[in-house]
């Protein structure tokens, strides 16, 4: 769906390196999450967001950080990436009760 | 604590069969239910989903499924499967109380011409 975007599709980084993964929506949707998809085990929340000044720690948030600079862009960070944070990365906005996915982002720590 | 079972990993079917996905939940109350689609290298798209009402629900790409409270069932189905419905497909509920989705494992469809 275009109206969610994230950036940057693919990257590779090193064990260490501090990353940030960024997601912007061009919905108006106050709610926006962090997913992260690991071959076999579905979709599992990282963070998630209600407005601005609201975060919330998902079921998965050790060795992640957020930040929710405006109502439409909501950055997931990893402080010091490790190869077992290799996954595919799902940004999603909802309004009400049904959540819109961007295209995700694939990260591989080596 | 609530959670969803997808209980089929794999499924392979002939295009212009019937398939049927299947889809469990654990709750106590009765959440909103949704099916999404991720075709290879691509986001989640919605199919469909149930909040009350009408057990049937139909969704896009021709889909529907059916919710039945007494199996705690909400399994997507689809009377004729096209080769273009290969992909990946989840079954997620979310409690009426909190906007956080629950996400089961995921079955992969294979269409064989």
């Known amino acids: 769906d275009a109206d969610v975007t994230q950036t940057p599709r693919n990257r590779i980084t090193k064990t260490g390196k501090r990353i940030m993964l960024e997601c912007s929506q061009t919905?108006?949707?106050?709610?926006m999450y962090w997913y992260r998809q690991d071959p076999g085990l579905g979709l599992q929340l990282i963070y998630y967001?209600?407005?601005?000044?609201?975060?919330n720690k998902g079921e998965i948030s050790d060795g992640y950080s957020v930040s929710r600079q405006a109502q439409a862009k909501f950055s997931l960070s990893l402080e010091s990436a490790i190869p077992n944070q290799t996954a595919l990365y799902f940004c999603?906005?909802?309004?009400?009760?049904?959540?819109?996915f961007g295209p995700g982002t694939r990260l591989t720590v080596l | 604590a609530q959670s969803v079972t997808q209980p089929d990993i794999h499924i392979t079917v002939s295009e212009g069969a019937s398939l049927e996905l299947r889809c469990n939940y654990s709750y106590g109350a009765t959440p909103y239910l949704f099916w999404y689609v991720q075709s290879p290298g691509q986001g989640l798209q919605l199919l469909l989903k149930y909040f009350s009402g009408d057990t049937l629900v139909q969704g896009i790409k021709g889909f529907e499924a059916e919710f039945k409270r007494s199996q705690s069932s909400f399994n997507l189905r689809k009377p004729s499967v096209h080769w273009s419905d290969a992909a990946e497909y989840f079954c997620a509920v979310e409690p009426r109380t909190a906007s956080k989705l629950t996400f089961g494992t995921g079955t992969r469809l294979q269409v064989t011409l």
């Open positions: 967001s209600f407005d601005v000044k609201d975060i």
């Open positions: 999603a906005t909802s309004e009400r009760d049904t959540q819109y």
């Open positions: 919905k108006g949707h106050d709610r």
